[in-house]
């Protein structure tokens, strides 16, 4: 696959997606702004643990700008995490702000200290791309995981997700004498499946961390992305499939390896069934979104038809030629992989 993407278009969050946001929790009155944050004189590279250039900058502030920001940074914090007593700000230090001008959401990472303890915390501050905010709100519906995010008009404030970034665990854990093989290889297997059944896309290795958590007889894996950008954006229905990306070929290669074409549809059946029950335990919200999404600007005309013409010969089903939008084609993709029809009623073409 080509990889060398042309930077993703931005699309602003409309009225519509942010009456979803404050209806749902998600909208709040942050301290910290992006625009705020932005307000730096010069940078430096930020290096990392062995002296290599981490593609993260320091900013510089003027230093009443940073006191500003300190204190304004630490009530978003607060705000994130507990939504409500700011008193608790008064013992967090903002020990580290990093800017980030490689890829599409130019985010900066906040390093907050209990001065307590000293045991420290990170979060993101971003532009409120529309795109990723869906592709948020999405994973919290149908994936495993929470997502913890707000939004205030153009400003979007995200939790830390920890895990061993897809990169690193390829190069220093693929090869382990202790791996299990299997475990891995079916977590990848359901990854690429959560991805592909709401099309999110460009999960390459540096896209994504993988989660590993001790079991009382063996190490447990979750494969998590942490870049949602690219949601419902591209025209190739391989975008959509991390195995199609050359530097998760290692992975791709051990999943062979470890399981069988029946196995791995196993896995496949169970994930679907997950995401199945996921989707009726929070079908009021996700019927909110879907609506909100297809009536959005998410991706250009052009793209939108050759991944409409894509999925119809992958699908063998014309209903996905009745879509004009990119969220359409998320949900007649969901709709049609879970089927599922009461979800395609959410879309006025249906």
């Known amino acids: 696959m080509e990889e060398n993407l042309k930077r993703k278009l931005f699309f602003p969050v409309g009225p519509e997606l942010a009456d979803f946001l404050k209806k749902h929790g998600r909208s709040m009155r942050l301290a910290a702004t992006y625009e705020a944050l932005r307000n730096f004189e010069s940078s430096y590279p930020l290096l990392d643990t062995r002296h290599q250039d981490s593609l993260w900058e320091s900013p510089i502030y003027e230093p009443l700008v940073r006191e500003q920001l300190n204190q304004a940074l630490a009530e978003t914090y607060v705000r994130l995490k507990t939504g409500g007593d700011l008193s608790t700000a008064e013992h967090l230090m903002v020990d580290r702000i990093d800017y980030c001008a490689f890829g599409n959401s130019c985010p900066f990472r906040i390093r907050i200290i209990n001065q307590f303890n000293d045991n420290y915390d990170y979060y993101y501050v971003k532009r409120a791309d529309a795109s990723r905010i869906y592709g948020l709100a999405l994973e919290h519906i149908l994936s495993p995981n929470s997502m913890n995010f707000l939004v205030d008009g153009g400003t979007l404030v995200e939790e830390h997700i920890a895990g061993i970034p897809g990169d690193e665990y390829i190069k220093r854990y693929t090869d382990h004498p202790g791996l299990n093989k299997v475990r891995i290889a079916k977590e990848f297997v359901k990854f690429n499946e ?22 009382f007889e063996e190490i447990q894996y979750r494969v998590r992305p942490i870049d949602f950008d690219q949601q419902s954006y591209e025209s190739r229905r391989s975008f959509y499939l991390p195995q199609f990306f050359k530097d998760n070929n290692p992975i791709v290669e051990l999943c062979t390896q470890a399981l069988n074409y029946e196995t791995m549809q196993q896995y496949q059946d169970e994930e679907r069934t997950l995401i199945q029950r996921r989707y009726h335990s929070s079908r009021e919200q996700m019927h909110d979104l879907m609506a909100c999404m297809c009536g ?55």
Do not use: W
């Open 296 to 350: 959005d600007t998410l991706s250009t005309p052009q793209k939108i038809k050759q991944l409409r013409e894509e999925l119809t010969a992958y699908h063998d089903n014309k209903i996905f030629r009745e879509c004009r939008t990119m969220g359409e084609l998320v949900l007649c993709n969901i709709g049609t992989i879970l089927e599922e029809p009461d979800i395609l009623t959410i879309s006025p073409l249906h």
């Open 194 to 215: 959560r991805c592909f059944i709401r099309l999110l896309g460009d999960m390459r290795s540096y896209n994504y961390i993988v989660d590993m958590t001790p079991d």
